[in-house]
């Protein structure tokens, strides 16, 4: 009988040895902690950074920036802290107007984080009085350097415009971006069926909505020519990822 209890003693120890070794951790063994991230940003831009900036030192970053973004070499953010570091003030480099088009995505395409621009969208990326407004705000009020006026390959309202669709809203919309794809001298195929035609009236776009800011807003004309800011132009390509800056 006491060599029956013994071993069932025994046999019990090995059972809830073979059940506890390994694959619960003692009371003594640490916690797995996250792997620390080299690099990682949690500082927002502040205003003496702010001031430091040139145009050009701007023009520069983004391009730096863009390059990432092709290399898919993103800036690790913390973006927790960056909320919080942020909710006081603001001061962006730069105020990006884009399409609406989910397929650009400003703030990866140049690798900026919260704080760093701000950014307007609107279909066929056009000026009006309301995001005049806001540049204006941007650059007068909060200090930043550059007005960068981004189109893209493939745009659905360069497109629309180019067919001079009507439908709805969409037609007064339209007819922001049609003085830009009128004023082209082309004489081949002027429908969107013509890659080569939509590429030169995404341009024409962007040119024309930079000069629209600078006949309609007589304060960002007047901070540019005094070199405060520039106001520059920029066609991002879907294909690969890439910004050109248009000269």
């Known amino acids: ?21 390994g694959s619960q951790p003692s009371a003594t063994q640490p916690e797995n902690k996250p792997e620390e991230v080299v690099g990682l940003v949690e500082n927002v831009l502040t205003k003496a950074e702010q001031d430091a900036l040139s145009p050009d ?9 863009n390059q990432r973004f092709m290399r898919n070499d993103l800036t690790a953010r913390d973006h927790s802290a ?6 006081k ?5 730069a105020i990006v107007l884009s399409c609406v088009d989910s397929r650009v995505p400003v703030e990866d395409v140049f690798d900026r984080g919260i704080g760093d621009v701000f950014v307007a969208r609107v279909a066929g990326n056009f000026v009006n009085e309301d995001i005049l407004g806001s540049m204006e705000f941007a650059c007068k ?61 995404s341009q024409s ?38 910004v050109d800056f248009l000269e």
């Open 1 to 21: 009988m006491k060599k029956i209890i013994l071993s069932s003693i025994i046999i019990a120890a090995v059972l809830f040895t073979a059940c506890t070794d």
């Open 57 to 65: 030192m701007v023009i520069q970053s983004l391009k730096e920036g």
């Open 82 to 87: 960056q909320v919080r570091k942020s909710v």
């Open 89 to 93: 003030a603001q001061f962006p480099k």
């Open 141 to 201: 009020v909060s200090g930043s350097k550059l007005i960068l006026v981004l189109g893209h390959e493939h745009c659905g309202a360069v497109k629309a415009a180019v067919d001079d669709v009507k439908l709805g809203n969409i037609t007064p919309m339209l007819a922001k971006i049609r003085p830009a794809v009128e004023s082209i001298d082309y004489d081949g195929d002027r429908t969107s069926k013509n890659q080569e035609f939509v590429h030169m009236a």
């Open 205 to 242: 776009n962007v040119q024309n909505t930079i000069k629209k800011i600078r006949t309609d807003s007589p304060i960002l004309k007047e901070m540019e020519e005094k070199g405060e800011i520039k106001i520059v132009g920029a066609v991002y390509d879907m294909d690969d990822g890439s």
